[in-house]
C-alpha cells in the first residue's frame, strides 16, 4: 500500500490542470520554507501522503513543494495549477527525559518526552488569500517521528475540513 499512494499521486499529477474537473479534484501545494529538519521533511511527507490517504468529499492532490521561502513556495505552486497552499512550520518546544513506572516489567524506566508546535497558513490562490491559519501542540513519549505522526494527522483533518467548507 506504502507504494500506491505515490503511483497514484504521480498519475494524477501528469493530467494536465484542463483534463481534471474543477469540482472533482483539487490541487494542494504543500510547502514547509521555514526549516530542513529531519522531522520537518516526514512531516511535509506525512503531510502529503494523508491528504491523499483521508479524502472526504473533495479528491485531494497534494503536490510537495521544495521552496525555501513562503515567496518561493508562492511561485513554486503556480505552475503546478494548485487551487490552494498550505504553509507549515515543525518546532520542537520540548525534549525531556520522563520517569515512568512500566507495568511489564514492574520498574521505572526513562522515556524520551516530546512536545512540538506546527504553525500553519492555508492559502486560496486565486486572489482570495488566507482562508486558516493556527497552530497545533502536540506531545507524546517515546519517539519524535510518532509525535510528528500525530500532528500531520491533526493538521490533516484540518485542511481536509477548510477544503470541504
Known amino acids: 500500500m506504502g507504494k500506491v499512494l505515490p503511483l497514484v499521486t504521480a498519475f494524477l499529477l501528469c493530467l494536465p490542470a484542463f483534463a481534471v ?12 520554507p521555514s526549516g530542513d529538519s529531519a522531522f520537518g521533511r516526514t512531516g ?24 525555501q521561502s ?3 513556495a508562492f511561485d513554486e505552486a503556480r505552475p503546478y495549477g494548485c487551487r490552494y497552499l498550505v504553509l507549515f512550520a515543525i518546532n520542537l518546544v520540548e525534549i525531556s527525559t520522563w520517569r515512568r513506572l512500566d507495568e511489564t516489567i514492574r520498574n521505572y524506566t526513562d522515556a524520551m518526552y516530546f512536545r512540538i508546535e506546527v504553525a500553519f497558513t492555508l492559502y486560496r ?35 481536509t475540513r477548510d477544503l470541504n467548507k
Open 70 to 72: 513562503g515567496a518561493e
Open 125 to 159: 490562490l486565486d486572489g482570495s488569500g488566507r482562508i486558516d491559519s493556527g497552530s497545533l501542540v502536540v506531545d507524546g513519549l517515546r519517539r519524535v517521528e510518532d509525535v510528528v505522526s500525530l500532528a500531520t494527522d491533526h493538521l490533516s483533518s484540518r485542511i
Open 21 to 32: 474537473s474543477p469540482t472533482k479534484f483539487v490541487r494542494v501545494c504543500v510547502g514547509m
Open 44 to 67: 511535509q511527507d506525512e503531510l502529503v501522503t494523508l491528504l491523499v490517504a483521508g479524502k472526504k468529499g473533495r479528491n485531494i492532490i497534494p503536490i510537495k513543494l521544495q521552496a
